[in-house]
């Protein structure tokens, strides 16, 4: 009966001989081949041991598949599972044959003092494109599909850290990936890693030759799928005669922020140019105070414009379009969000010089990340250095974002738009100019972003990161598509 090879990276935790003892017993499992870099080891029923150091590099992943006889391939990805629901292996295995697709994962139940709590995953998407997209601890490969998959584009050569993200990104080419809506196994709930250490990994100057290497895997995958764009053929804005009242615009979206709004108004009014420039303060109908505080700031100055939308439907996204569309608004749109700061008053003229250097579409500073008391906070300053000027364009999709601050040029945000969301909005337009614009970095600390208990960004809860995940996901979907086409000569 057994049709399943078991591939897991040994480790000296309290549930690997568990796992194995499991995996061993089961009817479905033929092999089991434990990843380990000491041949003299304990032997268990079924196994054996294949020397492999690093379970992610290219040797390792084709000494892995050259040694599997089996239709199917079950690779534990995190040793941590302490127990399996019944049937487990038989539902991976039927929503493969039934499906004909090339990898299946499914759901899983953290186990935390003695409780367990159901953990959902995302399903997966043309655009689930990152190297760390969640899988939780195990995925089931179709061997036929491997197979046919390696005959038609082989592996990249090489590779120490992106084996397995290679092979994912090719069976996706011609197959799908299918996500199991149901908790099959239980996993260990360990010491977790904190929001922020997770959401800028990838700009982490440690992970650096990681990144590289995740970027040529990405960027090979997007020139097999028509959707990789070379940086030769980015423009630049051409010079225009359009009228506009000042240079620039810091734009400054707001609802019920009270206790920081003042801070924000006072940043930007602080900031020292050779040009004129206003703020735009689009109040989001604030009822906790914030809309008085604007009112007789905009009374002291005249720079201050105070826009109350008449739509009530609006977030973030909305309240950007209509500051770029109100009379008010300058050539330049820079960004200022109602609970940050610039980190001094020379930052507004940097955005500005810098989008005018080279008629930039876009320009993105460095900022750093602080608490309420303005002390920086890990990581500190991030500076988005995985950002070159060759493949940033195409990188970007692969990414988790693009930073801050960002400043535009508005007529080119006048025709694209914002999303009317309150998250992606930003990364969804970078990724629109990027496919068509270049766009311009400033790797010096330009802004303060804070991080405090009642900011959204602050502990978000497992579904609020599934849902912006798989937003974000659609966001990167949408774009593939539209690159696609537009290399196809449709847009």
């Not at 020292?272 to 700031?297: A, K, M, R, W, Y």
């Not at 990581?379 to 060759?390: Q, S, Y």
């Amino acid at each position: 009966m057994g049709n399943i090879t078991a591939i897991v990276p040994f480790y000296t935790g309290p549930y690997f001989e568990k796992l194995i003892k499991y995996l061993s017993s089961s009817p479905f499992i033929e092999r089991i081949f434990i990843l380990h870099n000491d041949l003299i080891f304990k032997r268990y029923p079924k196994s054996e041991i294949l020397n492999g150091e690093n379970f992610q590099s290219t040797d390792t992943i084709l000494k892995i598949l050259n040694s599997i006889q089996t239709d199917f391939f079950l690779f534990i990805i995190k040793p941590n599972i302490t127990s399996f629901e019944a049937m487990a292996l038989e539902r991976l295995m039927i929503k493969t044959k039934d499906y004909g697709v090339a990898m299946v994962y499914s759901d899983f139940y953290d186990e935390l003092c003695g409780q367990k709590f159901y953990h959902p995953l995302n399903d997966y998407q043309l655009g689930s494109v990152r190297d760390d997209f969640d899988f939780g601890s195990m995925i089931l490969f179709s061997m036929s599909k491997v197979k046919c998959t390696l005959k038609e584009y082989g592996l990249l050569s090489d590779l120490r850290w992106g084996g397995l993200y290679d092979l994912r990104l090719k069976l996706s080419i011609r197959y799908s990936i299918i996500h199991i809506n149901e908790p099959l196994y239980t996993v260990e709930e360990g010491e977790k890693t904190s929001f922020n250490e997770k959401l800028f990994s990838y700009v982490n100057p440690l992970n650096l030759k990681i990144q590289r290497e995740m970027e040529g895997i990405f960027t090979d995958y997007l020139k097999r799928i028509g959707a990789y764009i070379p940086s030769q053929v980015l423009k630049k804005i051409e010079p225009s005669n359009e009228f506009f009242p000042v240079e620039a615009s810091i734009i400054i979206p707001v609802k019920n922020r009270k206790e920081t709004i003042l801070d924000s108004i006072n940043s930007a009014l602080s900031q020292e140019t050779n040009f004129p420039f206003n703020i735009i303060v689009i109040d989001n109908h604030s009822t906790d105070g914030t809309t008085n505080i604007i009112s007789e700031l905009s009374k002291k100055d005249s720079r201050l414009k105070h826009l109350i939308p008449k739509r009530k439907d609006l977030c973030i996204g909305g309240c950007w379009n209509e500051a770029l569309n109100s009379p008010y608004c300058g050539r330049f749109a820079i960004q200022l969000d109602s609970d940050d700061l610039y980190s001094n008053t020379n930052s507004l003229k940097k955005m500005v010089d810098k989008l005018r250097e080279e008629s930039f579409a876009m320009v993105v500073g460095s900022y750093t990340l602080v608490n309420s008391d303005l002390r920086e906070i890990p990581p500190g300053l991030i500076e988005h250095r995985e950002w070159t000027d060759e493949n940033g364009h195409n990188n970007a999709l692969r990414i988790n974002g693009i930073g801050a601050p960002r400043g535009f040029h508005t007529s080119i945000m006048r025709k694209i738009g914002f999303l009317n969301v309150s998250y992606g909005e930003d990364y969804a337009a970078a990724l629109r100019i990027s496919r068509e614009f270049k766009i311009g970095r400033i790797y010096e600390n330009l802004y303060l972003c804070r991080r405090w208990p009642g900011n959204s960004d602050s502990n978000p809860s497992l579904e609020d990161i599934n849902q912006k995940n798989a937003f974000k996901d659609r966001i990167r979907t949408e774009e593939i598509l539209s690159r696609q086409k537009w290399n196809q000569g449709g847009l």
